[in-house]
């Protein structure tokens, strides 16, 4: 049938979704939407240690899952026993053991998926919740998006105060600082330790920022440019640290991962030419895994050209070399 004109049609979407200022937010909503107090999850060992901490507010019991170096894990036998299972999508990837793990849990899954710019929807008829979180792929100062295929709780999601604002003051601090000089490296840096305290002492459920939600529309209408220069850089990571890299396959690269024997030093050394690599993620206190002690982030965004990539990695390799 042929028609024109009035307002504009919407199919629907059979499921839910919302925003929320961070990854933790997001977790503390779908805990509350699973009414997952008081149960007993399954994670995997190689993990950030803001998840547990979150956990821990709604006294739900863990235990974990082995993650080997190739970033591949296998459930245990007495999965049935759980009442959700959690996944990260680890640099934002779909790995093999992921859709295993899929398939063969038929409770409730929650989808870490802080690496990419959509959380990952799973095909699945067993409730399912994932989530991201923009801030740790973008300049976003707050914002996550979540997903599921089950309704979300009608919780009181409120602003967080000072939060972003000090965040935000602390990213203009470090632009000016980089691009011009002025100003000092403790000032912008004491402004995201106080802005991140913010966010460990508040244990709401949290709406972003205005500026984030209108920071989010710039970043996605760059986001194909921004996701060809991503894939660009991580080839050459990937080229380049050849013996090194962790590899991955991902719609959208945040991080390259290289897994190094001497990677305290070379962090050490990176810093001595103003290279600051993050590690996801340090050894949590109670739990031991294959990972935390030889990975070592390198960023990918438009903030670097391939020049800078060729440059970090033959920084890198100078340092593994004088370690050898």
Known sequence: MF?????????????????????????????ESAQLQNKRVLLPDFLCEVIIDVLREYQVSYDFYKVNKSLQFELPSNIGQYSCLYLIKYFGEVSKSFVNAVSKFNKCIIVDDVFSPYPHTLDSPQSWYS???????????????????????????????????????????????????????????????QG????????????????????????????????????KNYEIVSNELAD????????????????????????????????????????????????????????LDSRYSEDDMYKVCDLILSLINRQL
């Not at 602003?159 to 000089?181: I, N």
């Not at 070379?266 to 294959?290: C, F, M, R, S």
């Open 131 to 193: 989530f991201n979180s923009l801030r740790k792929i973008s300049a976003l100062a707050d914002f996550s998006m979540l997903y599921s295929n089950r309704p979300l709780s009608a919780v009181n999601i409120v602003h967080l105060p000072g939060f972003s604002e000090v965040k935000y003051q602390a990213k203009q601090c470090k632009y000016e600082y980089l691009s011009t000089g002025q100003g000092e490296e403790n000032t912008y840096l004491s402004l995201f330790t």
């Open 244 to 299: 090194f890299i962790l590899p991955i396959s991902s719609e959208y690269y945040s991080f390259a991962p290289v897994l190094l024997a001497n990677r305290d030093e070379v962090k050490k050394g990176l810093t001595l030419h103003n290279v600051y690599l993050a590690i996801h993620w340090p050894e949590i206190y109670d739990v031991g895994n294959q990972l935390s002690d030889f990975i070592l982030s390198i960023p």
């Open 196 to 231: 991140e305290s913010c966010l460990v002492d508040n244990k709401g459920i949290y709406f972003p920022s205005t500026r984030s939600i209108s920071e989010s529309i710039s970043f996605y209408r760059k986001l194909d440019k921004e996701q060809v220069l991503r894939r």
């Open 3 to 31: 028609y024109m004109g009035g307002e504009q049609e919407l199919a629907k979407w059979n499921g839910y979704q919302n925003i929320t200022n961070s990854g933790r937010s997001s977790l503390r909503l779908i805990i």
